[in-house]
């Protein structure tokens, strides 16, 4: 049985509006850092959303994974942040009982410095022994861990190198890949490879989970070239080409366990749009069913 899941946005406007939604959900999805507090002295301390997150989960009794972004699987140092991380996700994993733990591929810590977003890395031997290390380090919290396909506006090499990549990292037990469709929707289009050629390569037998969002293209007073790219914003109705990957992959991914529809805190400015997000999440039990899963 494939379950649909509702990632938990982070702001109190948005909670309200899409309320309804993620309790029609059968899981919900949670970023833990956006729950804590990054303080000076290096601790991570429960804020605001941890509480209401916590209470939500208990009160609708929706089972819970978590997905990161920052725990920089694809670099090596920083100990003391790492060790902080291990030790805030080991208490919340008691306390929402995660059922699984993945985070981005790419680096979001280099030399010393904290990046926003996961940054590229190369897609050779190194990082795929740092992948895995990081991956063992996450299984110490939670057993079944895992990585996502990133978004990222520059590449280290050819990105239809990536798929195997992940199938080298992912190759042992319980390490799993979150396949996000719009990431790779956006990266076809960025980087100028056919998506059905990287699905080809992937170690679909590895996906645990599917996520589906939607974006926009940047504006194009960006660039003095007056080019677009596409962004993977979560802000905006998900895309008939990701509808169309996720009716391809559903039947191929043997192990999935869930899809989850993600959409950016702040983007849901009305009932209209709640109501939009509420039909996505039909439409994504209608995929699942016409798949026989």
């Given at each position: 049985m494939i379950g649909v899941g509702f990632a938990l946005p982070p702001d109190d406007e948005t909670l309200a509006r899409v309320a309804r939604i993620a309790r029609r959900a059968d899981y919900l999805e949670i970023t833990p850092e956006t729950t804590w507090i990054d303080r000076e002295d290096g601790a991570l301390v429960p804020?605001?959303?941890?509480?209401?997150?916590?209470?939500?989960?208990?009160?609708?009794?929706?089972?819970?994974?978590?997905?990161?972004?920052?725990?920089?699987?694809?670099?090596?140092?920083?100990?003391?942040?790492?060790?902080?991380w291990l030790e805030r996700m080991r208490e919340d994993a008691a306390l929402f009982g995660y059922a699984w733990w993945t985070d981005h591929l790419g680096a979001t810590t280099l030399?010393?410095?904290?990046?926003?977003?996961?940054?590229?890395?190369?897609?050779?031997?190194?990082?795929?022994?740092?992948?895995?290390?990081?991956?063992?380090l996450m299984s110490r919290v939670v057993p079944d861990v895992g990585v996502e396909n990133s978004v990222v506006y520059f590449v280290l090499g050819d990105p239809l190198d990536e798929p195997r990549l992940l199938a080298s990292a992912l190759d042992a037990p319980r390490r799993h890949l979150?396949?996000?469709l719009h990431n790779l929707h956006t990266m076809s289009l960025l980087h100028g490879f056919d998506p059905h050629a990287w699905?080809?390569?992937?170690?679909?037998?590895?996906?645990?989970?599917?996520?589906?969002?939607?974006?926009r293209e940047s504006?194009?007073?960006?660039?003095?070239?007056?080019?677009?790219?596409?962004?993977?914003?979560h802000d905006d109705a998900v895309?008939?080409?990701?509808?169309?990957?996720l009716d391809e992959v559903l039947p191929r991914c043997?192990?999935?366990?869930?899809?989850?529809?993600?959409?950016?805190?702040?983007?849901?400015?009305?009932?209209?749009?709640?109501?939009?997000?509420?039909?996505?999440l039909t439409r994504i039990r209608g995929a699942i069913a016409r798949a026989g899963r």
């Open positions: 804020n605001g959303f941890h509480a209401r997150f916590l209470a939500a989960v208990r009160a609708w009794d929706k089972p819970v994974v978590a997905h990161g972004v920052g725990f920089s699987t694809c670099s090596e140092g920083d100990e003391a942040r790492t060790r902080a030399g010393g410095e904290v990046t926003a977003l996961p940054m590229p890395m190369p897609y050779d031997a190194r990082t795929t022994t740092t992948l895995r290390a990081r991956l063992e979150l396949l996000d699905l080809a390569r992937a170690p679909l037998d590895r996906v645990i989970e599917l996520h589906v969002s939607g974006g504006d194009p007073r960006w660039l003095p070239s007056g080019r677009t790219m596409r962004l993977d914003g895309p008939e080409p990701v509808w169309t990957l043997a192990h999935l366990r869930g899809v989850t529809l993600e959409r950016m805190e702040g983007t849901v400015p009305d009932a209209a749009t709640a109501r939009a997000l509420d039909e996505e």
